[in-house]
């Protein structure tokens, strides 16, 4: 809503062509402050929907400014051509105004209040703003017609009309009316509510003050573009504090998982079948032990993979696992893998506990034992691991066995989704359990093909 020079009396061009010049520079420095927001939203790999409407409001307000500054760059200029950028320039200001500093006010609301959902009186305030802003839409258009913002006339002279300050104040009204619903579904306390308030909207309202009085200053512009910076900051500090608390939730679900799997019970079962082995079949005892020993380095290094490993690392962890379970003379486990795809990364430590599942709570209920089948597979999306076992599904499980396998499926669900956009799936009857990890190709957290 910004002027691109004012009718001014003799004795004063040098004042106006100063204003014009700081009014430039501002707007300059204005438009490549939103371009450096705007790349550095667009920039990041995962965007959620706030990021979109935070960019949708920094494109609207660079478009806002650039109007402006093309109006001030032609005006008072000769010429067809400069009449029509300035007709154009001015319109255009005062119409994306009336769409950029509601959003504007929008994204206030949700870095304060945290809410995208509105109700009651923010519903209210929300459609109070809009009704305001429609009003400064239509009084925009109408005024090509009544001037009552500005003229323009054949000289490309601007002159003020006589609601010269209304847009300005409707903006101010706008923002008074978003301070209510904020404090009254605040998530803080008011003290703490009006502070995040007036650190974004305190250079707007004192802009529109200043503007009020020296009309000829474009500051609402900088203002605005500086409270989006402080928005775009604050927005950064939320991710960064969200993802050091996903990264911190990911160490411990490591550290839960390792706790799982090193199982004392396990560890003196496998001892006492290398014990056996030694008497009966000294080469077997010695591969078990390397098994042993590999299995126990393999958990011990996933508490440090931040990173997705090889498919074959994972498998290999599997295989001296199975090793171990078949090493127990009561044991009759009989392990098939069917690996049509190997060439893709998984989580460390993703697999192996779902085949341990399986094992322990699918084919371990039937005094028979039982077959699980490890099969891979690629299709144009992703590349599915399944794992599939003949026991008596999950019902026959004891209380204790339950509450152990639902911690460590969360574990694995949890490490899946996050560090590479997966997901694992149960299907469960009385001839057995499928269980299937999807890792897409396309993750929306990591590479899936790095094979670190």
Not at 66 to 82: F, N, Q, T
Request: charged share 20%; aromatic share 8%.
């Amino acid at each position: 809503m910004r002027e691109s020079c004012c009718k001014w009396g003799g004795g004063v061009p040098f004042f106006r062509a100063k204003t014009n010049s700081i009014n430039r520079t501002i707007e300059i420095f204005t438009v490549l402050l939103l371009c450096v927001l705007i790349a550095a939203v667009l920039l990041r790999r995962k965007k959620n929907r706030r990021d979109w409407l935070f960019c949708t409001v920094l494109v609207l307000h660079g478009v806002n400014t650039l109007g402006d500054l093309i109006a001030w760059i032609v005006a008072g200029e000769p010429g067809k051509m400069a009449l029509v950028w300035s007709i154009l320039g001015n319109f255009t200001t005062y119409f994306v105004s009336a769409i950029a500093y509601p959003g504007f006010m929008m994204a206030v609301y949700l870095s304060v209040n945290g809410k995208s959902r509105l109700t009651g009186v923010s519903r209210a305030a929300a459609v109070a703003i809009g009704g305001l802003s429609l009003c400064n839409i239509g009084l925009t258009i109408g005024n090509i017609w009544t001037g009552v913002f500005y003229t323009i006339d054949q000289t490309n002279t601007f002159t003020w009309g006589p609601w010269r300050t209304l847009p300005d104040n409707i903006v101010l009204v706008q923002m008074l009316l978003l301070l209510v619903p904020l404090l009254l579904n605040r998530k803080e306390s008011i003290t703490r509510t009006l502070s995040l308030f007036l650190i974004y909207t305190a250079c707007p309202i004192v802009a529109v003050i200043t503007e009020n009085w020296y009309p000829t200053l474009m500051l609402l512009y900088p203002a605005v573009a500086i409270s989006l910076l402080r928005l775009y900051l604050r927005i950064q500090y939320e991710q960064e504090k969200a993802l050091m608390e996903k990264e911190l939730e990911l160490s411990n679900s490591r550290i839960r998982l390792l706790t799982g799997q090193i199982q004392p019970h396990f560890i003196f079962n496998s001892l006492l079948a290398i014990q056996e082995l030694c008497l009966e079949n000294p080469t077997k005892a010695e591969e078990t032990v390397r098994s042993f020993s590999k299995y126990l380095r393999g958990n011990l290094e996933a508490m440090s993979s931040e990173h997705l490993i090889p498919f074959r690392q994972e498998l290999e962890h599997i295989r001296h696992y199975v090793m171990l379970e078949q090493a127990d003379p009561a044991s009759s486990l009989n392990m098939v893998y069917e690996l049509e795809a190997m060439d893709f990364s998984v989580p460390a430590l993703s697999i192996q506990p779902i085949v341990e599942n399986a094992v322990r709570h699918g084919i371990g209920t039937r005094s028979e034992g039982g077959t699980v089948t490890l099969s891979t597979r690629e299709t144009p999306e992703a590349f599915l691991v399944t794992v599939r076992d003949d026991g008596r599904g999950f019902d026959s499980t004891t209380a204790q066995q339950e509450d152990r396998k639902n911690i460590g499926i969360q574990n694995v669900r949890a490490r899946v989704s996050a560090q590479c956009g997966g997901s694992l799936t149960f299907q469960t009857g009385e001839t057995g359990t499928v269980a299937v990890i999807t890792i897409p190709k396309e993750g929306l957290s990591c590479e899936h093909h790095s094979g670190r």
